[in-house]
């Protein structure tokens, strides 16, 4: 497989990639042409088919497998691809998991992981909660697994809700001990329950796109109404300990433009949303530093930081 | 009765009021006293007890109905009551419809404006939902007939909740007429359902104040997922019309800031919104004239409102 | 006539529009090409004049009416024109009313609308200054019955001012009666005059840009001005009545960062910024959806609404 | 005349002095006593009378000027007067000069300083503008030579509008020497009308309150009008100088916020913001220093500042 | 010792307290009366005495040690103290570590997980600086140990300083772990130096108030240039680490509105932007729950977090 | 010398410029070619070489001296070049100073303004700290005398520092005249002082970028620390005076969200701000101006002003 990260200019391709999206255009001089947004798991590039109507120029559409032959140019400093050949390709000639961005991390660990935390929670009802969704519920166990926590921001890739979800809970494994007042037993159960409504929110790999659903009502007050009808299953769940953990997930976002509607008035509320918002910046800053492998300098402008970024310099580790 | 309302300073007063809470303090001779906040439907005073000691004063506690002998004084500019003689009232020796305050509409009659605006939903899926939740839950029905739609800002008064509700949904249905790509049975239903969660978010009179559950989920989410509740019990309920109407509840704030985790997408949610905030914001404008009966200037600078406001003047009708 | 909103791609037109504007430019290549906004009353085109020293291409400027002939092509997904011929049309071979946007609703039958609420408007004072100014000044009435209520937000259209006016204050009508506390005259007079000044604000068609002494000075203290030049000419006109009525105009924006100098302080002026509010509000969603008459899914994130707006589905009315 | 920025505790008094205000409350006691606010020139000072029942005290009102006799007393660290005696003064027996705050500097030096600034107005029409108002309309030049600027925050004495309007006026002739680029005229115009209208929006001393029309328009709006009826008074004024001026005066508070309906779009409506911005906020902290004079260290939290606001210290001139 | 928090209505109390102010004032009838605001490591309470004039009253001032005899009594539901007799103590008659608040943790432990931190600091640069100021600087390390965090927000007791130190790096360290991008020996330098400023922001205890150079500059600049200076007398200091960390410094409050001039560009100074303000905002939470043993509900609106505040109930661990 | 101010359409050139940047792309129909940003000091223009394979086309880089042959052209309303010959220039072929944008004012002039600011401070502790800077420091001079005030806002050209800074101590001069109780050495030492860091804040003309640490610190808190370090050469200089000038340098962006730690609290803090925010904002206005000299009607709309602008129009002087 010759993956997309690799390309250098002037070399010539013939691969099968995942066309994201198909677009047709006009030149100024009014020759028309096409745009394929092709993708594998290690990034993306834009196909540019300058002769549509060469013959060995094949209909394709939208989350097509394709297989492209051409050459790699270059256009404003990026990389395109110049395509003479494309045609859809046949199952069997690709494997879906080269096409879809995975976290780095082993699924199964995670789940692994994830399982231990809900071991850690002695509380019988919240415990009965936590099993009954993560353990016992396999269909969402199976979608869960593969979400991404988010469209495009951070942890936007197969696994990355889990990893995500798994890392704020260890976060907040760590906040119990250095502050004892904390309840151990709903903190964890509201970080492992914070974002599992993200799974309705968006739609899964490849199109990862918010639904209807997800537009109109959101991730934090569907999740609130997931705990609900699950706490309704589970006979003489206390409402105040059902309220208190509908309470941390509404509040998780703390800012009420950042879609919570109820600030955090418990301390574990307090907790979770700063946990939250601690693994998703270092996941986005991460992530732009890794976007910038050889970047000694500044990395730009950032509107969600409000400023310019950098890579740390000097000989450290 | 003797009604507050009609107190002047001098009156010698003998009358059962309700108690809605008592104080202790001393004096800054170091005498101690104690404060009664009384009320009745048509206002509320402070009473003062400078000598707790004395053989009339007999205990009495927050939300008794208490039988009390005085005399009307002014203190600050405000009028207050000097207790000599303070009694637990017995049942019987009061009507509490006299110490709450209503709705200045007659009850029976929003009722039936209620059931036909829910007649006038044709669509067979919220009309079920509006007639299964208004109509057939008597306990709810009983709840929302009594209810105040705030704790003080507007319509804080038996039977308050309902004269809003039907208040906003004959705002919205000239709305229909105006502007016909309204759809009229979302609007309409979503009108009805807008504040329900309100009989959960707060206590019945005569405490009318935030429930735990209120204060952590508010009426926004719990609105949201009452309707959810509602439809699952509807056969063949579609989806979209369960969303669209969750969206419209879960946007009625119209802003972040104001607890709406969304802000309106769909003309009906962006209509609702207008409806509920012209519909409250009349009222308590109205309050602030009613409240200053003789009033021929400035009423003085209000937060909600950000101004100095006024009383219109001029021979107008 | 061949309506700009019935083009297809691939057809071929001949016919005269209106030259919104003509600009200059050279391709990559380093060729020089030439741009017309072409407009009618039903919407507008980019034609490209890709041989401007082509003999079919004459001389034409902005604002004159030109006849072209030419092919409708696409570039990046939106029509265009490649117009191979080009002259300015004569009088007579056009009718300038196919040219402009127009209000839907017939201007005699508003204009008698008009005529009816200042009929229900009994004080005497206040009917004179409306008389004056809608009646029996023929110059303004002229003008204000073509002017638009915007250069491009909502109302955008001849006769859209007159529109919005007379909606305005038919929704003021409805609050009269569902809130008796207002002051019926005053808030009908206020709804009339209230953006009486935009026709000093925006030239007129075709330009419908702002004027030097629109921007400099703004339509809402023009207006308050226009009133107070109307009241001098009513002998005793209160001033109460005068003040009354200016405030309500300066208020009406509601927000001191959209304009407005004073916030409202009179019940009326917040009457009159909800009716002025959610008149704009539902007519640009309504030209919103009237833009999309196919799109089934969300229309995409709108600025003034903050949020992804969505048509409304499910089988309504 | 002893006057109230000298009393100290324990001393003895008896004199007359302008009552501002008068309130009646009740001690915790339930004893009554009244509090006349008093003031002169050099404060104001609160006086309490114990005993209003007393044969010595007399019917007084507020804007009496009436004599008292009582002891001065120290309450929570401010000086107040116990009142023994009061009754009404006779015209005659005190000077009304003595009781109202004044400019620090001379009326008629002031004066003349503005005709010079007038004189230098070479353009006819702004200098026609000019005369008419401050020259020759009698009635404006009396009123305006003795208005405050304010009702509190600066400036806020007798002549202190004028001073005010100086010294932005001198300010600005600084900026056209260092910027040469900005147009005297009507900088100058602009400076010497920017806040004419105070005389309307305020009433005059000693009341030196809001007037109901100060209140609903204000004077940026009222300035505007004032200085289009005297344009209209000049033949062939044009328009352009007369809608560039109006935008400075609309302009001149810089901020929506501040009641600026537009923001400053000239050079010269930038320039006049910052004069009257700069020579407010120095005057103010100037007041605050002046009353502090023996004050070495911090002078508090000033919320116009933002900031606790301290003395300079040090050997320093 | 009678400690103040142990203290009940109706006892008697003759004890030695800190008295942190002593102001006078006069009741409504005229009596003067004094005012002792005493402290002990507890909690404060006013002293009152109504008899100042009485032969046990002696003079005493603003941070004496004095010996009070009274008894407990209640105001507005506060208690507050009768005071009979009050005489300044003597050196001897009482140990100053009664009065002041400290650190639960003990002082040397946590000295001796500051010093393991800087240990954990490999780069030569970094420890050195580390090891000059927190090891070898006597004077710097004896006021280090003894200060408090804030004047009164969190951590607001003797050692406050250093525990909030600590605690801050270890969550750094956690980060390290969980983040390995980061870089360890830049993020726990600048963790341990973030606060060093405090020492001179803050007078020592009792006092512990903001100084004139504290008000003035600031704990961040001040931090940033000891940073710089310490590295300025170590040989060869590399310019980017130190650059580096005093970004650190200088952006980890977050925000520009909280005193930051730069917002956090490394990705380190976004970690201790979020370690410095979960730490203050667990600390604080705690401490409200704390001063609230036996709540059971809410806890009140608190500004810092915009919500009402609430002790997490049910069974829970 | 052809300076590009002058260039016109269809002009043929042959000259030396800077070559700011380089940069390479292809067209849509794939040939490859690039674009160099010529500037000298009366402005800048794009520079494209369709061919770069030719013969004529030699190597050249950023900040390179090139010579270039070529013709203007207009795209989309600008001019620029079409190159068919380059060569980089050799010393001697042209004169750098032809190059850098400079200050209006003669340097020499500017700087013995400075000088005898200097001299009007008295205060022999302000004095010498402003002497060993401005007169004895002779890198600092030479540095300060050539750079720019800003990386393109305002006064962005050689010499800006010096100009903007003499102008705001001449402004505050003045203010020292009108408000007497400014302490006069302070705030003209502040004046002289507030942006020296600009000279470490910005590289050095032809780059005048920011640098590292400049990013990182900013002139802010580095201009506080060099006047920290000046003074700690000043045998018994008042901390006072140290602290009070570093806080008005600190406080002179005057709001946090432009970069101040602190808000003034002093008033010469108060005034150095306005002194500073006026000059920038009458030189930006100024370049606006001068940009568009043949203007007549609007400058548009301009973010720093938040405004559309206009220039000033009538017969004025």
Known sequence: ????????EGERIREVYLCKNRTSAVTKNGKSY?????????????????????????????????????????????????ITR??????????????LPVSPRDNDEMYGELKALIASVKN???????????????????VFRKSSAAKSVHHGYVGGLMEHTVSVAHLCEYY??????????????????HDIAKTKEL??????????????????????????????QIPDFPKVLLTQLQHCILAHHGKYEYGSPKLPALI????LNYADDTDAKMEIFKEILDNNPEN???????????????????ELE
Chains 1, 2, 3, 4, 5, 6 share one sequence.
């Open 203 to 232: 739609s899964s790999f490849p199109e990862n796109d918010y639904t209807d659903e997800g537009q109109l009502l959101g991730h934090i007050v569907m999740g609130a109404q997931m705990v609900g009808d699950l706490a309704a």
């Open 34 to 82: 096409d745009t394929l947004s092709l993708q594998d798991r290690t990034g993306s590039i834009d196909g540019k088919i300058w002769e549509p109507d060469d013959p060995g120029i094949e209909d394709c559409d939208k989350l097509d497998y394709v297989e492209v032959t051409g050459e790699v140019t270059s256009f404003n400093g990026a990389l395109q691809m110049k």
């Open 1 to 8: 497989m010759h993956y997309i990260k690799d390309f250098h």
């Open 296 to 314: 000694k300098g500044w990395l730009g402008f950032n509107r969600m930081f409000e400023s310019n970024l950098r890579a740390t310099l000097g």
């Open 124 to 142: 019988p009802y919240y415990n009965a909660l936590l099993t009954k969704l993560f353990v016992e519920d396999e269909d969402f166990v199976k």
């Open 86 to 99: 494309v045609r859809v390709a046949r199952e069997g000639e690709y494997d879906p998991a080269d096409y």
């Open 268 to 271: 574990e509320a307090v907790a």
């Open 176 to 193: 119990c001990k250095a502050y004892p007042i904390l309840k151990h037993d709903l903190l964890i159960t509201a970080a492992l329950c």
